[in-house]
């Protein structure tokens, strides 16, 4: 059965994201979820920092700030630099893609280098 009873928000993959298994948030007041590599499996992103970026909700809103991280994290293709509006149908973008170098660890899969992307969707606000 897909419902939430408390406010959530679910993170559905997109197509060309690192693959990962759809999650959902349910908020709670006052309560900051963070988004991390932890968050997103299986194998997860290696541009992801831990922890990358916080969600919460705020007087009936759902708000996402980065963690001042390197790759950073974006909303509808704009990087966000401060607390940013997360609305339904927004594309969430955590990270950059990373280019295979001779840095990178060979046992990192083609799709670890692609960035977190995933489509926003917002019940119960």
């Given at each position: 059965m897909n419902f939430c009873?408390?406010?959530?928000?679910?993170?559905?993959?997109?197509?060309?994201?690192?693959?990962f298994e759809a999650i959902r948030l349910s908020f709670t007041s006052n309560v900051r979820i963070p988004l991390g590599p932890t968050a997103f499996t299986p194998g997860g992103s290696i541009s992801l920092a831990s922890p990358h970026a916080e969600i919460w909700l705020q007087n009936k809103q759902v708000?996402?700030?980065?963690?001042?991280?390197?790759?950073?994290?974006?909303?509808?293709?704009i990087r966000i630099v401060q607390q940013t509006l997360l609305q339904n149908g927004d594309i969430l973008t955590l990270g950059v893609p990373i280019i295979r170098s001779s840095?990178?660890?060979?046992?990192?899969?083609?799709?670890?280098l692609k960035p977190i992307k995933a489509m926003v969707t917002i019940v119960g606000v």
């Open positions: 009873v408390a406010p959530c928000l679910t993170l559905s993959p997109m197509v060309d994201s690192c693959p708000l996402i700030r980065d963690q001042n991280t390197a790759h950073g994290t974006y909303v509808n293709g840095g990178v660890p060979t046992n990192v899969t083609n799709a670890q």
